[in-house]
């Protein structure tokens, strides 16, 4: 878990009460919209572990954070209503198509975009937006700083995030049950058909970015 990641909640947590003190404890709800895949962020590969995986919205953690709050009666109940979507049905099922389509240039999803003010488009966040837009249908885009993938492939550290979902791609075709592959990210809910709606969300998430690589020529 990334320090940066927990303040977001805490954060939250701090705004939430806030709003309790004066409107009451009726407004407890906490909307964490995060895509489904990267809520699980299943390692990609056997050493992506730690700072690389960091996992603070899988259900898992979530539940878990609520639960301790709640034992000391603070009053929370925290939803990822995108829990069992991936990033590219989101853009799908947006309601204003127009507005999603000016915007999306305008958005941040890059974890490296503080260095040189523009989204490296070669990370991880930045693979899955551009393959969420890709199965979207929009064309236009953020612009990044490695536009054609292909070359990234011989910039030594900088194509780690690539090969690491390429990797994934060609691990998941080659099984048939990647379940346990899902749980390596932390424990599910017992309940056996969410356990399976996050199991599809998995593969449809990764399968969005495998279209993607193939149309950049890396798969």
Known sequence: MRGRSFNFLAMAMLGLSVVQRINGNDINKIFIPENGYISLNPPLTRRR???????TTHPNFLRKIQNILNDVRFNVVFINPYQMKTKGEMLKECKDQKRLEKVIPLTVSCSNWHRKGIQCGRCVPCIIRRAAVLASGFSLDAKYDSEILRYVLNDGDAKDDLLALTAANIRISKINDHSRWV????????????????FSVFSRGLAEVGVFLKKEKIL
Not at 183 to 198: A, T, V
Request: charged share 35%.
């Open 183 to 198: 749980r390596e990210s932390g424990p599910l809910p017992d309940q056996e058909n969410e356990r399976q709606e996050l």
């Open 49 to 55: 572990i730690g700072s690389l995986s960091t996992r």
